[in-house]
């Protein structure tokens, strides 16, 4: 598709000077508009599309600098370029022209090499800024259309722009906001510690960083959690830096999650209340001398079970303190293999229903019957741990296969792998120790691997899996064989 032609009005009184000037610009191959007063002009500016002005700078009525004053003063037609053009050489005219807003300046008699020179570099100049304001509206269409709130700022701080939902979510407007200090921004409510920690000291030396939560009481909207993300990005064409601060309000979701902690130990509470008879009462049973076998086993049955609950209610609360931080570590040295034999009985009916297999390895070899194999932790957070991850390797292993548990040390780590011959969906692989994730399974809670995950790294550990339709899913855990005293203390709440 052909380009439109550049068009060029050419303003003056003269008939004889507009004539010369276009017969030679549309010999060059230019598109001319003619204008003999400066009212004319003005309409042109108006009604036609002008790439560029020719300007006559002495014309009766209004004269050449008037209507380059009033051009270079409408916001839509700053941006052309004006020559003014005149008969004067002296440096009081040509400051004049500068001052009324002119691009450039030729003396009459004009040399039509000079005119074509001069309207090539402004035309080169204009093309500039117009990919320039393009990139500029681009730029700030695609604020618009961010849901969050979002400033951006320039390197002193100052309001650059923000987007409608800034406005809307702090109560501000445009004239209050554009231009000013950001700690100065709704009568200085904006003045925040932390984000004044993460703009002069954080973000200076990384350049991006999200997820930096402020709480504020903000006058007309109140106390409110903002989650931001900030970006700082150098503009070398200026030698300076802009910075883009997103907001999310999540107020409303930390409420949320306030009230479900709260719920989970209101409950867990009142959970334990009804335990206390169906632990107690099987002890004042197995007393009765007159019991048979079988009633002796069923009881202890009650009696196992209703200890396996116990400690599912305290792990869902040593889960919280994990997720907090806050959990008082307090490691022993202890064989994990009579773990592995409780929990691959407590497994029995589920594996004997899949016809599969729990083998055992210690570093490289089948274990017998006596090994031990001595680990650094916490007995209840790796019984936990390693009872979620053959449930599932259980749950996930196709019909008649093996389950290993593979055991193996070296002079750091104690490495336990678990491995099945099911693979894990592939959706779900980059997300797989995350909280909630579950697929194919009616009563999955998502909460197995997460609280696995969790458990390892609260020993210090961790956890990863490698999966696939040939080789199966391998879970492996790594745990410290030895803990450094400082590093077992809870986390300190800010």
């Known amino acids: 598709m052909n380009q439109p032609k550049t068009r060029i009005l050419c303003v003056d009184d003269e008939p004889l000077s507009l004539s010369l000037l276009e017969d030679f610009l549309l010999f060059r191959g230019y598109d001319v508009l003619l204008a003999r007063s400066g009212m004319e002009a003005l309409e042109k500016i ?3 599309q002008i790439d560029i002005c020719l300007l006559d700078a002495m014309m009766p009525g209004i004269d050449g600098f008037e209507v380059c004053r009033r051009i270079k003063a409408d916001k839509k037609h700053r941006n052309i370029p004006i020559i003014m053009i005149t008969a004067f050489t002296d440096s009081e005219n040509r400051i004049r022209g500068i001052e009324a807003g002119s691009d450039d300046y030729i003396s009459k008699p004009i040399e039509t090499a000079e005119v074509l020179a001069r309207i090539k570099m402004l035309l080169h100049v204009k093309s500039l800024n117009d990919q320039l304001n393009d990139a500029r509206k681009y730029a700030e269409n695609i604020v618009e259309t961010v849901r969050e709130p979002l400033l951006v700022l320039d390197y002193e701080l100052k309001v650059l722009t923000a987007n409608q939902s800034f406005y809307d979510t702090f109560k501000v407007n445009p ?22 920690l993460l703009l002069e000291e954080i973000l200076p030396l990384n350049t991006v960083f999200n997820g930096y939560e402020v709480e504020h009481d903000f006058q007309d909207i109140g106390r409110k959690t903002i989650l931001l993300n900030a970006r ?4 070398e064409n200026l030698g300076s830096h ?3 601060l997103a907001m999310e309000d999540i107020t409303e979701r930390k409420l949320a999650e306030y009230l479900r902690d709260d719920i989970d130990r209101i409950t867990r509470h009142d959970l334990k209340t009804p335990l206390n008879p169906i632990i107690n009462i099987p002890e004042l049973l197995l007393m009765d001398t007159n019991l048979t076998q079988e009633q002796i086993e069923l009881i202890k049955l009650i009696r196992t079970s209703g200890y396996r609950l116990l400690d599912i209610i305290n792990s869902s609360l040593s889960l919280y303190k994990m997720e907090q931080g806050t959990y008082a570590l307090t490691p022993v040295s202890y064989n994990l293999f009579p773990l592995i034999t409780n929990i691959e009985s407590e497994s029995s009916t589920q594996l004997a229903k899949k016809g599969i297999k729990l083998v055992r390895s210690i570093n490289g070899a089948p274990a017998e019957t006596g090994d031990a194999f001595m680990v650094n932790g916490e007995v209840l957070l790796c019984y936990t741990m390693l009872t979620n991850l053959i449930i599932n390797a259980i749950e996930a292993s196709p019909q008649n296969e093996v389950i290993s548990v593979s055991c193996d040390q070296d002079a750091v780590w104690n490495y336990i792998g678990i491995h099945n011959k099911g693979a894990v969906p592939e959706e779900i692989r980059s997300c797989f120790f995350d909280k909630y994730v579950t697929r194919g399974k009616k009563t999955g809670t998502g909460l197995g691997t997460y609280s696995a995950s969790l458990a390892a790294r609260t020993q210090k550990g961790d956890i990863s899996m490698e999966t696939s339709e040939d080789t199966g899913t391998m879970i492996m855990i790594r745990l410290p064989k030895t803990f450094i005293e400082d590093n077992i203390n809870p986390r300190k709440s800010s």
Not at 232 to 235: E, L, V
């Open 46 to 48: 108006q009604s036609e």
């Open 175 to 196: 004239k209050e906001t554009i231009g000013e200090f950001i700690y100065d921004l709704g009568n200085l409510q904006w003045n925040i510690p932390g984000l004044r």
């Open 232 to 235: 700082q990005i150098f503009r």
């Open 242 to 244: 802009i910075i883009l």
